[in-house]
């Protein structure tokens, strides 16, 4: 037998916790000397002690512990546990690095405020073009709710074009528009790509649309260079020229892609905003 210290440091836990654990029934001693009060603890019992560190680093109370360990819970149902944890860990820390990134963007944002040279921004008319594209709703317009659903709106809608071997006949454009429920705040996104006249949305699946992105006559146009969750100095730079000289949007900036390597950082899109009739010619 040990003494709860050389028991504790088997167990690589404090005496203090293993105190703990006997005041609230979760792992008694094998003995207690019945005059000096001192605990025994036996070596079979590191298994159940290893079991109850673990579901605390799983992060179950001490109470959901002792349940567990009631029904004998074994190595491969921890493991189970372990992996779901895991995965929950990991999409928090994905959620913590994207807030992360977008506290970066809006400081980078306001660093760069009336930085962006205005030769950047360009007025010019945009053409038709026939799409086919996929949509989905995002929960607002910010780069953290509009990228999770973008990004797999792509995937899918490449993997479309390669099953059904047609080739886009330009680069990618997203565009925007408030969903149908006007006070949700909600965004309806259309992941699209360019198509000749012969293709049609049967050839690619049932949830692809074939639509003809209209015409406009003039939009403030601006290169952003990086990826697209640190889009907002760009979009802003966009805004503050277009209220600076005098002209009004007319909805959402299209979002036209115009390299999209496997490396992020060396995206290049194109900002296309409409501008409203009325607006001034001069740029």
């Not at 190595?75 to 506290?103: H, N, P, S």
Request: include cysteine; charge should be negative; aromatic fraction near 4%.
């Amino acid at each position: 037998m040990f003494t709860i210290g050389d028991f504790a440091k088997h167990g690589r836990v404090s005496v203090r916790m293993l105190r703990h654990y006997d005041a609230i029934g979760l792992l008694r001693p094998a003995r207690v000397d019945p005059v000096s009060g001192y605990r025994h603890y036996e070596a079979a019992q590191l298994a159940p002690l290893n079991r109850i560190i673990a579901l605390k680093e799983l992060g179950f109370s001490l109470q959901q512990v002792g349940s567990i360990l009631g029904d004998r819970v074994g190595a491969q149902e921890l493991r189970g546990m372990l992996r779901l944890r895991r995965a929950e860990l990991e999409e928090a820390l994905a959620a913590t690095a994207a807030r992360l990134t977008q506290v970066e963007t809006r400081l980078r944002t306001i660093e760069s405020e009336g930085a962006m040279p205005t030769e950047d921004i360009v007025v010019k008319s945009l053409p038709p073009v026939r799409l086919a594209e996929l949509t989905g709703i995002a929960a607002s317009y910010g780069p953290q709710d509009i990228g999770p659903v973008v990004g797999p709106l792509y995937e899918e809608l490449c993997g479309m074009f390669e099953t059904a071997r047609v080739t886009p006949t330009g680069p990618g454009v997203a565009y925007y528009e408030d969903a149908p429920e006007p006070d949700s705040g909600a965004i309806l996104v259309h992941a699209a790509l360019p198509v000749a006249e012969s293709v049609r949305a049967r050839d690619l699946g049932p949830a692809v649309r074939i639509v003809v992105l209209p015409a406009v006559e003039r939009a403030a146009t601006v290169v952003h260079r990086g990826p697209m969750d640190g889009v907002l100095p760009t979009a802003q730079a966009l805004a503050r020229w277009i209220d600076a000289h005098g002209h009004r949007s007319a909805g959402y900036a299209r979002e036209l892609a115009l390299a999209c390597p496997p490396d992020r950082a060396q995206w290049v899109t194109e900002l296309q905003e409409p501008l409203a009739q009325g607006s001034p010619d001069g740029t």
